[in-house]
């Protein structure tokens, strides 16, 4: 199993950046495959990007690509969403995800981070 614990959230005005972190426990963190997801209030959590475990395959929503990159540091245990060009609508609540057998866009993911709030002001 492994555990999951985002940082890095916060306010931020439209146009600024952030970075988000994912630090996980265990040490088979490199042969999990991790993705970020968001849910803004009174939306269905969403997919937002996913890596591979060796970081060979990546994929993003088209909302975010372009803006956002995902990568990992697997020495670190880590995996990072690095957000620009932030809008109002990248509102929500951010969770980390992992699993050794996810179709990366389309899941599955068995392990959650808690989450950690990120708000762009206009």
């Known amino acids: 199993q492994v555990q999951l614990v985002e940082s890095g959230g916060g306010l931020v005005q439209a146009g600024g950046s952030l970075r988000l972190s994912c630090a996980a426990s265990?040490?088979?963190?490199?042969?999990?495959?991790m993705g970020w997801f968001r849910q803004a209030p009174g939306k269905q959590r969403e997919f937002v990007a996913a890596i591979s475990w060796s970081g060979g395959s990546i994929y993003y929503a088209d909302s975010v690509k372009e803006r956002f990159t995902i990568s990992r540091e697997n020495a670190k245990n880590t995996v990072y969403l690095q957000m620009n060009s932030l809008k109002p609508e990248d509102t929500a609540v951010y969770y980390c995800?992992?699993?050794?057998?996810?179709?990366?866009?389309?899941?599955?993911?068995?392990?959650w981070g808690q989450g950690i709030q990120v708000t762009v002001s206009s």
């Open positions: 995800a992992a699993d050794p057998y996810s179709e990366l866009h389309s899941g599955p993911w068995n392990y």
């Open positions: 265990g040490r088979t963190f490199s042969t999990y495959h």
